[in-house]
């Protein structure tokens, strides 16, 4: 049965809402000591590890002993901004007899509201000794702090949790996670890391590495208040989105403006990221969207110099 894609834009503001970001030291950049071995995540107070034999590391660029940016033990990376970033092992692997994985843990800034919606977004990036990829990341956040079960058999349910689909593969590029839930009222600390099991975390093998983990680069954490879709430009004219009825084929035409680079996202009703892409000099974008169910879907597109917000539904 053809299947129709109703495509609308959907202006939200013209200006941007500045909410607070709750999350205390989101880029890692305040810190007591510089960085001289592994599992130092703690001086980058408050972050912690949530799970005594778990080892979340901190890079800076004052660090010494593998742990300076952005060369380090784990690989080659630079800040996704500024100048630190942390890391975590989201697989249980079998280089070293791993049967462990590593969380990252923060108190936020003020307590949730209750039936509040949050938006919360994260960049990753695949280090480069690692021979896979995988896309089971996801951020729980709990009333008090936690000791997460390692290795975790699939017993926590995050609230944000990016798609299996979402494979994290890029070792040069970061790669954005986000979401957004609805607050139970009173959770007051976050957790990082992986919370699939490992049959269910879309392991991709990439190559190119030294062992068979899946160790990621994080930066830039926020939880802010409200959903994702805020306008933020001065020029409404430069990208335009128009319907398609091409089957099961969303295509995005940019004005004939070739954007030198941007990010695209659409997630669905209920806020979970379903498909998200960076793209380079490009004045067009098509996605396939024969795998995706009947229902209401959004779509943010980021360039560096505007943001729009739109929707559209699919039918069978």
Not at 186 to 213: M, P, R
Request: charged content about 10%; proline content about 6%.
């Amino acid at each position: 049965m053809k299947k129709l894609l109703l495509f609308t834009i959907s202006i939200i503001g013209t200006c941007q809402i500045n909410a607070q970001n709750l999350v205390p030291n989101p880029g890692f950049e305040i810190y007591t000591l510089c960085p001289t071995t592994d599992g130092q995540i703690n001086r980058a107070a408050p972050w912690m590890s949530s799970d005594a034999t778990g080892t979340p590391d901190f890079m800076t660029t004052c660090g010494t002993g593998g742990y300076s940016q952005p060369t380090n033990s784990p690989g080659f990376q630079a800040p996704h901004t500024d100048s630190s970033y942390a890391g975590f092992f989201a697989t249980v692997g079998s280089t070293f007899g791993l049967s462990i994985r590593e969380y990252m843990q923060a108190p936020l800034i003020t307590p949730l509201v209750a039936n509040q919606v949050y938006t919360v977004t994260f960049f990753v990036s695949l280090s480069d000794v690692c021979n896979y990829g995988a896309s089971g990341i996801g951020a729980y956040f709990t009333s008090t702090p936690i000791t997460t079960p390692n290795p975790v058999t699939g017993s926590i349910t995050p609230q944000i949790s990016n798609p299996v689909s979402n494979i994290v593969t890029s070792k040069t590029q970061w790669t954005q996670i986000t979401g957004t839930f609805t607050a139970a009222g009173g959770e007051q600390y976050i957790t990082i890391g992986n919370f699939k099991t490992n049959a269910n975390s879309g392991l991709t093998n990439v190559g190119g590495g030294s062992i068979d983990d899946a160790y990621f680069y994080i930066d830039d954490i926020s939880v802010t208040a409200g959903p994702t879709g805020i306008l933020a430009t001065t020029n409404e004219n430069q990208i335009s989105i128009f319907p398609n009825p091409v089957q099961d084929r969303l295509e995005i035409n940019l004005n004939n403006s070739t954007v030198s680079n941007g990010f695209i996202s659409i997630t669905n009703i209920q806020g979970e990221l379903i498909y998200s892409e960076q793209f380079e000099n490009t004045n067009s974008i098509a996605i396939s969207t024969d795998t995706f169910s009947e229902g209401l879907y959004f779509v943010s597109i980021l360039t560096s110099e505007e943001k729009f917000i739109s929707k559209f539904i699919k039918k069978n």
